[in-house]
């Protein structure tokens, strides 16, 4: 920003010792301009001290939410934007196993967790493609089990 400053100090010096002034029609334009850049160089001053001062208050911001941060999750908190529970990573042994079926509606393959059939209270799923109701362990109407086991 300085050079800027210290460029139109050169031209103002410049322009007086060609004894450019407000007598010729050059004159008077070359004096309009320098007093544009005057104001175009004051202006952005006001926006760089204004840049300035949003930056040391966003760093503020950044610093004390990073405190609540720590506050609130505790300090484990880690930089990552996605922490991967490994809790939920399941084994063959605990794999969840379904049950597929077909809805009457539409013929549409439903996923059925294998719990499900172990009861004997009607259990009502909603099929993913038509979303009608699909009844489970109703054994009024037909089922159309594909009795295959999967995980």
């Not at 410049?14 to 309009?32: C, H, I, K, Y």
């Not at 930089?79 to 063959?92: A, G, N, P």
């Amino acid at each position: 920003m300085n050079q800027i400053k210290e460029r139109l100090a050169y031209l103002k010096g410049l322009a007086e010792g060609l004894n450019v002034g407000q007598s010729t029609p050059e004159g008077r334009v070359l004096a309009g301009m320098m007093e544009v850049m005057n104001e175009m160089a004051r202006s952005l001053d006001r926006l760089t001290m204004m840049q300035d001062q949003l930056e040391e208050y966003i760093e503020a911001v950044d610093d004390d939410l990073g405190d609540l941060e720590e506050d609130f999750y505790g300090e484990d908190l880690e930089d990552d934007d996605f922490e991967y529970d490994q809790d939920l990573e399941l084994d063959d042994d605990t794999a969840i196993e379904y049950l597929e079926m077909n809805c009457p509606n539409c013929g549409e393959t439903v996923f059925v967790d294998e719990d499900v059939f172990k009861g004997d209270e009607i259990v009502e799923v909603l099929c993913p493609e038509c979303q009608e109701t699909v009844l489970v362990n109703d054994n009024s109407g037909e089922d159309d089990l594909a009795g295959e086991l999967r995980d």
